[in-house]
Each structure stands twice: as structure tokens, then as C-alpha cells.
């Protein structure tokens, strides 16, 4: 059994409201006001060997040798590729894209959730420019919204609860591919550190997971 089958994890986040009127749109294609996060993790998950929030990784060489020791074949990455994942290598995957029933959840999950460790460096996916960035207690904590251009679409895509103080990019900034976002955190309304990652194009909400897997490596 992989560590991401040993998890029984069910999360739902919250919108956050930006004053701003440039991303307005943005957070509309983002999670529904008044959803709420909840984390349950069966009894089958002490049996994981790996306690990832005691490792420490800074540089991607060693995000990938962590990888190995996790057992996490969740996605391969390209690290010559246009389009990557916000990390460099597969990371445990706590919840998918789309409907679920749980309770305190919202009914549709419009990201996925990512748990390489508290601390994990998170990067950009794709060259771009930040939209907005936030820093709170609650709703998606400290975050970011970054526009990107991709196969002639408008893309957005948000990185959510990062760790305080690990914000490296600030709106206006131009950034590429690979840069450092932050680092993951549990703020906001979150039960514990994971990235909260979700992606719209042309202003609708997509499956992150598979636009990803789509996109990077082509």
C-alpha cells in the first residue's frame, strides 16, 4: 500500500474576498463562499512509515530523492517542460477535482490537495504575472493568483495556505516557470499543511489534476 492509499482525507475549502477588481472574475472561478474544510484520516493511516513533515527539502534534487522515499507515483514532472507541476516531483495527493459527500464539505471540490510536507518549497507552473496575493487567518490563508497564457488561453491558477511569511511574489510581478510561490502551510481554514491548488481557463473552473497531466511534458 502506497502512503496515498493509507489516507482517508476529505477537504473543501473556502472563497476569499479581494477588494480588488481586476481579479474579481479570478476568485469567481475559485471556490464557493461558505465552504468549509474538513480533514479525516482513517485508522489505516498510522500505518504509514513516513512522517514527511520531518524531512526538510529546499532544492528540487532533493524534493526528487524525498519523492523516492515517499512511494507517491502521483504525477511525473518535466523539469524542461513549459508547464509544470508546483512541484518538482509526484507528492501525495490528500483530494481530487470534482462531487463528493462529506460531511462540513462543500459538494463540489474545485482543486486538489497536495501534501509534501510542511515547508515544501511550492513553484510556479508556468511563465506568467501575479494577479493578487493575500495574507489571512482564514478563507485560503496566505495565497497567491498567477495568469498565465497557455496554447492561446487565459489561465489562472491559485496556490492556498501557504506557510506565513514564505510569500515570494507580490501582484505585478512577472514570473516563469520553476520560480518559488512559497512554501507549504496550513492557513487559513485548514486542518493541516497541504497546498490547495486549483486552475480556471477562460474564467472556468477545470480539473487541475488533468490539465496538468495534459500539459506538462508536451
Known amino acids: 500500500m502506497t502512503f496515498v492509499t493509507a489516507l482517508a482525507v476529505a477537504t473543501s475549502l473556502p472563497a476569499v474576498a479581494v477588494g480588488s477588481n481586476h481579479t474579481e472574475e479570478v476568485l469567481a472561478g475559485f471556490a464557493a463562499a461558505g465552504d468549509t474544510q474538513e480533514l479525516s484520516v482513517g485508522a489505516s493511516g498510522a500505518a504509514a512509515q513516513i512522517a514527511r513533515d520531518n524531512y526538510g527539502a529546499s532544492t528540487p534534487a532533493q524534493i526528487v530523492a524525498l519523492e523516492t522515499m515517499r512511494l507517491a507515483p502521483t504525477f511525473v514532472n ?45 513553484q510556479v507552473i508556468a511563465d506568467g504575472t501575479v494577479l493578487e496575493t493575500g495574507e489571512s487567518d482564514s478563507g485560503f490563508g496566505n495565497f497567491a493568483i498567477i495568469e498565465h497564457f497557455v496554447d492561446g488561453k487565459r489561465i489562472t491558477t491559485l496556490y492556498a495556505h501557504m506557510q506565513w511569511g514564505s510569500l515570494q511574489v507580490v501582484p505585478g510581478q512577472a514570473v516563469s516557470v520553476g520560480d518559488g510561490v512559497g512554501r507549504v502551510g496550513s492557513t487559513g481554514l485548514s486542518t493541516g499543511p497541504h497546498l490547495h491548488f486549483e486552475v480556471t481557463e477562460d474564467g472556468d473552473s477545470v480539473d487541475p489534476y488533468e490539465w496538468l497531466t495534459e500539459k506538462v511534458g508536451r
Open 78 to 122: 518535466d523539469l524542461t517542460s513549459a508547464v509544470q507541476w508546483p512541484f518538482p516531483a509526484g507528492v501525495p495527493l490528500s483530494d481530487m477535482y470534482g462531487p463528493r459527500s462529506c460531511n462540513g464539505c462543500a459538494p463540489f471540490h474545485k482543486g486538489i490537495d497536495m501534501l509534501p510536507g510542511e515547508g515544501t518549497p511550492i
